[in-house]
């Protein structure tokens, strides 16, 4: 009987806080601080966990409404960080576009950010081996299942390889100036929220995985943001 409140609690905990988190950098007017490949990975990451969380609600088991809700809400809300990173004048409110963006850091407008190359060749990779692996599915070769797992793989891939990316960005610049911390906080209380939930309740290894490796890199940044 204890377990459902708990259950019911963490879920929201967890929810809420990455749901809320991605608004974080428009808010504080400090999107200029986040990686623009950190953006396009996360992309990436949540385009996967989206289409294999919406096939397991529809066609299996295991995954409830909260974790389809949040697969939607993260993917709207990192695209819009990828719109205004691209269109728009970062950390000000201006009439004119685009195709331009603002470094607030020089107070200068500069060009359309680009990828790195190491981001060029992840984005061309993994973007080629999902064709193939709807592809196979398409041909009955592998499974609907098999399909939903490689997807939650390429997911937790992303979660892990974004993160290099914004190390590097947070060494160059001032954090407390240029970071949204906030998010990095709301980030690590959700993780801790999902992997208790994990380890009291519901083992998924997924969830688990996306939680420790979001909790271990934002707590990096969180030590990064100090030392600034």
């Given amino acids: ?66 974790d389809l809700l949040y697969s939607i809400n993260g993917l709207m809300l990192n695209s819009l960080n990828v719109y205004k990173k691209i269109y728009l004048k970062n950390d000000t409110k201006v009439k004119e576009l685009p195709h331009n963006i603002y470094n607030e850091t020089s107070g200068n407008v500069v060009g359309i950010p680009k990828l790195s190359f190491v981001s060029k060749k992840i984005v061309t990779v993994t973007l080629s081996t999902i064709c193939v692996a709807v592809v196979l599915t398409g041909l009955k070769q592998i499974t609907l299942l098999h ?22 960005e947070n060494g160059k610049q001032d954090m407390k100036k240029n970071f949204p911390i906030w998010q990095t906080r709301l980030d690590i209380t959700g993780s801790l929220a999902l992997i208790l939930y994990t380890y009291l309740i519901d083992i998924n290894f997924t969830k688990i995985s996306i939680a420790a490796v979001t909790f271990f890199f934002q707590t990096v940044f969180l030590y990064q943001y100090w030392r600034s």
């Fill in 1 to 66: 009987m204890l377990q459902i409140p708990v259950r019911h609690i963490l879920t929201f905990i967890y929810v809420t806080c990455w749901s809320i988190a991605p608004y974080l950098p428009i808010i504080q007017g400090r999107l200029s601080g986040v990686s623009y490949d950190f953006l396009i990975l996360n992309e990436i990451g949540y385009i996967c966990v989206f289409v294999s969380m919406f096939l397991q609600y529809k066609y299996m088991t295991g995954i409830n409404r909260f």
């Fill in 147 to 168: 399909l939903t797992h490689y997807l939650s793989v390429i997911k937790m891939l992303m979660t892990l390889i974004k993160n290099f990316p914004q190390l590097k």
